[in-house]
Each structure stands twice: as structure tokens, then as C-alpha cells.
């Protein structure tokens, strides 16, 4: 079982920034492929930015050029910088570990887009 703790959300104006985090237990992090997903209200859950173990990226257009994820395997930890945040951007940021078929959630952070 992996455990993920994501941090960071919070209340931020339009065209500002935030930095979101997860954190992972266990010692198989550098394996796994990692993804940030967000759910608006009445929405479907969405990917917004993927990383494989190898350091692949990828991004839907929505936030291409806008969202970067990283990862630092020394610290079990992914990233999801995000800037020129927008109100459409608000929803709740998901961390997701994908070991094989295996896959496995955090809690969910809250990012809200407002002035």
C-alpha cells in the first residue's frame, strides 16, 4: 500500500502562483509513474500533468506552458508548479502513483482561482 499526502492548495487571485506537493511512503517512489488530476464541481475527474519514473512529461492544452510537475526521488515527492492560475483552474489537485496496474490516490488539495 503507497500512501500520498498532497500540500500546498490554497486561495490565490488570478495570474498568480502556487506550488503543490506529494509526498509518497514507501521505497518503490522512484518507480512509479506519477500524475497531478483536478475535479471541479460537477466535472469529471481530469489529468493536468503526468511524469513517468524515466522523467517523461506531459500535459493536456488547457495548461501547457502554464503547469509544470517534477519530481525528486530523494524525497519521494512530486511538484506541480502553477502559474498564471486561472478561475477555471479551481477544483480539487489529486496526486496519483501508478505502479503497474496498481494505482493509488492522495486526499486532494483545494486550489481556488478568485479575486
Known amino acids: 500500500q503507497v500512501q500520498l499526502v498532497e500540500s500546498g492548495g490554497g486561495l490565490v487571485q488570478p495570474g498568480g502562483s502556487l506550488r503543490l506537493s506529494c509526498i509518497a511512503s514507501g521505497s518503490r517512489f522512484r518507480f512509479y509513474d506519477m500524475g497531478w488530476y483536478r475535479q471541479a464541481p460537477r466535472k469529471e475527474r481530469e489529468l493536468v500533468a503526468g511524469?513517468?519514473?524515466?522523467?517523461?512529461?506531459n500535459y493536456p492544452d488547457s495548461v501547457k506552458g502554464r503547469f509544470t510537475i517534477s519530481r525528486d526521488n530523494a524525497k519521494n515527492t512530486v511538484y506541480l508548479q502553477m502559474n498564471s492560475l486561472k478561475p477555471e483552474d479551481t477544483a480539487v489537485y489529486y496526486c496519483k502513483a501508478d505502479w503497474g496496474a496498481t494505482g493509488y490516490w492522495g486526499q486532494g488539495t483545494q486550489v481556488t482561482v478568485s479575486s
Open positions: 511524469i513517468t519514473s524515466g522523467g517523461t512529461t
